[in-house]
């Protein structure tokens, strides 16, 4: 059975990587180190540390986790993500990369389900509660709030970067219809999809302060426009024996058309959220 979320991105990156994300494009050229240096600046916004305790919500292929146990040299990390393929892959990367405690950790489950936040007997509760590019994707985000502040530890903090609606986005407009098309095709539940006084309420009634929305739309939605718009089968750097041809590439083509018209529209802005749970 085939899965909405797998492993067509490793056609995306160069050998040895396997990110899945926007990328941060402020001074990254490649795809790999963009998506890399999304993933740090949300790393340097929750401020990661050594006496970090990391769940992470939506690893991916396990890059992000990588990340969090070299650079910032977190003490653990543990996690759900919704594909099997994925969560395969990121044991086995975890696992070979010499980190078999947190191949172990992580698990394959659907991030509203309480059961896979579950800890073991005398193990510590997460201080971070990590969504790299994938919150916008979750069933209910609400909920994922709920879930994170409850399991979290006391002043424990959430991170992710995700998508907002324009303070300047019309509900009732053509281009709002053609927005909600393009959510259904993407697996993005409308709901999911509110302006940033919307979202503040959301974790503030979720049990957050703290709480910080910054926008980087302009270095995150057109430099993976512009990235998607040069894919082609013959010149992206699959590895042996993979390749999604025309149809893979067709879809982040129109991806990256559908970001761009977003942002030159001023429909959606793409921000990176902190926030700390109250006391």
Known sequence: MSEFHDLAELALNREGQSWGNLGYWQSATGYSDACRALARLLGEQAKLDSQSVVFDAGFGCGDQLLLWLDHFCVAQVRGANLSRSQTSYAKARLANAGFPAAAHAIMQGDIDDP???????????????????????????????????QHLAPLGRLALTDFILSDHHQTHSLAHHFLCWMLDRSHIARANMVDRDHYLRQLQDSGFSD??????????????A??????????????????????????????????????????????????????
């Open 115 to 149: 059961e896979v936040w579950a800890v073991a007997p005398n193990a510590d509760r997460p201080s971070h509660v990590l969504a790299l590019d994938c919150a916008y994707h979750f069933p209910s985000r609400v909920e994922f709030f709920s879930l994170a502040r």
């Open 211 to 224: 709480i910080r929305i910054i926008d980087i739309s302009e270095h995150v939605m057109p430099g993976f």
């Open 226 to 279: 512009r990235f998607a718009q040069q894919l082609h089968p013959e010149n992206t750097a699959a590895p042996s024996g993979w390749n999604t041809g025309w149809p893979g590439m067709l879809k982040y083509r129109l991806t990256g058309r559908f970001l761009q018209w977003a942002y030159r529209r001023s429909i959606l802005r793409y921000c990176v959220i902190s926030a700390t749970k109250t006391a």
